[in-house]
């Protein structure tokens, strides 16, 4: 295939159309509105429905009725529009409803400003709306991994029936690479491989058949069981799907943990260190839920491994993670900025020095 210079946002797009999505529902904020503004464009022109929700509350509840219908559809906002979704993207885990969510993070708390940010993570991971749920979280470190995550993500959401949300800085959404886009997927609702859908039913058809879309159990022992059916969902999630990079962990005394584009700083820093003979690997989560816990902590003891250095933008909120996975093998420090300012090279490689020399 050749390659194309593409915006992550256009790019991003056009990758979900081309795995199946034939339905968004969007409402503008900087910095993914060139999402759906690509989307008002494309979507006719493949037979699809875009639709400009009056808010992104009516958004996530219109993927909730599509999504219902057993078609591929798919949302996007940024960090405080998503926050205005929580309350529907429990629902839509709650009735167990396959979707793709579009979290480009911008700087916060509260409507912050429109730079890249992944403070984010907590809300992904470990919150978001009520009960005992998680979302397949993928965290895509350039245009073209997203594109490539894009094309199996409604796949994975409709293997668990659990929405899936991409977890991407503002950078991703705003760069421009060269992509390789791949082939359109003739993909079709099939009520026999969806038989929870609401695809149509009549008098007279068999009443087992007859769709229910629900999330509201009132006695407690259905709902008991209905969520000790989720957590074994998830522990299939969690024992299938799990994804990470390894970078450069061969003889390094020192192993930095980050995610999005931050880890592509860390590579560059990497590489200047190694010119002045410290050698330094990565590991970088791509599924932030489920959390690669154990790849973390093999990395961790590596022999040689002095200590980890977790490196975010944000204050520390993966952190947490990576404090769970070494459990106190090694020693950990934390370098971030908030505020949507970008950790540099510069700062990192410093850092990995004053670790070091002991400071």
């Given at each position: 295939?050749?390659?194309?210079?593409?915006?992550?946002?256009?790019?991003?797009a056009?990758?979900?159309?081309?795995?199946g999505a034939?339905?968004?529902?969007?409402?503008?904020?900087?910095?993914?509105?060139?999402i759906?503004?690509y989307?008002?464009?494309?979507?006719?022109?493949?037979?699809?429905?875009?639709?400009q929700?009056e808010s992104?509350?009516?958004?996530?509840?219109?993927?909730?009725g599509?999504a219902?219908?057993?078609?591929?559809?798919?949302?996007s906002?940024?960090?405080?529009g998503?926050?205005?979704?929580?309350e529907?993207?429990?629902?839509?885990?709650?009735?167990?409803?396959?979707?793709?969510i579009?979290?480009?993070?911008?700087g916060?708390p509260?409507?912050?400003?429109?730079q890249?940010?992944?403070?984010?993570?907590?809300?992904?991971?470990?919150g978001?709306?009520?009960?005992?749920?998680h979302?397949?979280?993928?965290a895509?470190?350039?245009?073209?991994?997203?594109?490539?995550i894009?094309?199996?993500a409604?796949?994975k959401?409709?293997?668990?029936?659990?929405?899936?949300l991409?977890?991407?800085?503002?950078i991703?959404a705003q760069?421009?690479?060269?992509?390789?886009?791949p082939e359109?997927?003739d993909?079709?609702?099939?009520?026999?491989?969806?038989?929870?859908?609401?695809?149509?039913?009549?008098?007279g058809?068999?009443p087992?058949?007859r769709?229910v879309?629900?999330?509201?159990?009132i006695?407690?022992e259905?709902?008991?069981?209905?969520?000790d059916?989720?957590?074994?969902?998830?522990?299939e999630?969690?024992?299938?799907?799990?994804?990470?990079?390894?970078?450069?962990?061969?003889?390094?005394?020192?192993?930095?943990?980050?995610?999005?584009?931050v880890?592509?700083?860390?590579?560059?820093?990497?590489?200047?260190?190694?010119?002045?003979?410290?050698?330094?690997?990565?590991?970088?989560?791509?599924?932030?839920?489920?959390?690669?816990?154990?790849a973390?902590?093999?990395?961790?003891?590596?022999p040689?491994?002095?200590?980890?250095?977790?490196?975010?933008?944000?204050?520390?909120?993966?952190?947490?993670?990576?404090?769970?996975?070494?459990?106190?093998?090694?020693?950990?420090?934390?370098?971030?900025?908030?505020?949507?300012?970008?950790?540099?090279?510069?700062?990192?490689?410093?850092?990995?020095?004053?670790?070091?020399?002991?400071?």
């Amino acid at each position: 295939m050749a390659l194309t210079l593409m915006k992550g946002s256009e790019a991003i797009a056009e990758a979900a159309i081309r795995a199946g999505a034939r339905y968004f529902f969007g409402y503008p904020i900087t910095p993914q509105t060139e999402i759906p503004e690509y989307m008002s464009a494309r979507m006719p022109e493949v037979g699809g429905c875009f639709l400009q929700a009056e808010s992104e509350v009516a958004a996530i509840n219109m993927i909730y009725g599509a999504a219902g219908a057993g078609a591929r559809a798919l949302t996007s906002s940024s960090s405080p529009g998503v926050s205005l979704k929580q309350e529907g993207i429990s629902y839509c885990a709650g009735a167990q409803l396959p979707a793709v969510i579009l979290n480009v993070m911008r700087g916060g708390p509260g409507l912050g400003n429109i730079q890249a940010s992944q403070g984010d993570y907590f809300q992904a991971v470990k919150g978001g709306g009520n009960g005992d749920y998680h979302l397949l979280t993928y965290a895509p470190a350039s245009v073209q991994e997203a594109i490539d995550i894009m094309m199996y993500a409604f796949d994975k959401a409709e293997k668990y029936r659990i929405p899936v949300l991409f977890l991407a800085d503002g950078i991703i959404a705003q760069m421009m690479e060269p992509v390789e886009m791949p082939e359109m997927v003739d993909y079709k609702i099939d009520p026999e491989k969806k038989p929870w859908a609401c695809t149509g039913w009549k008098p007279g058809d068999d009443p087992a058949k007859r769709g229910v879309i629900n999330s509201i159990y009132i006695d407690t022992e259905t709902l008991s069981v209905h969520n000790d059916d989720l957590q074994a969902c998830y522990r299939e999630i969690i024992a299938n799907e799990q994804q990470w990079e390894e970078y450069n962990l061969e003889g390094a005394e020192y192993v930095i943990t980050a995610f999005g584009t931050v880890a592509r700083i860390a590579k560059s820093a990497i590489a200047e260190l190694k010119e002045q003979g410290i050698n330094v690997g990565l590991v970088r989560p791509i599924t932030v839920w489920p959390f690669p816990y154990d790849a973390v902590k093999k990395a961790a003891e590596l022999p040689g491994v002095k200590a980890v250095l977790d490196v975010e933008l944000n204050e520390g909120q993966m952190l947490e993670d990576v404090k769970i996975a070494i459990n106190g093998a090694k020693p950990i420090d934390f370098f971030g900025h908030l505020g949507s300012q970008m950790p540099t090279t510069e700062e990192i490689v410093a850092k990995i020095i004053s670790m070091k020399e002991g400071k």
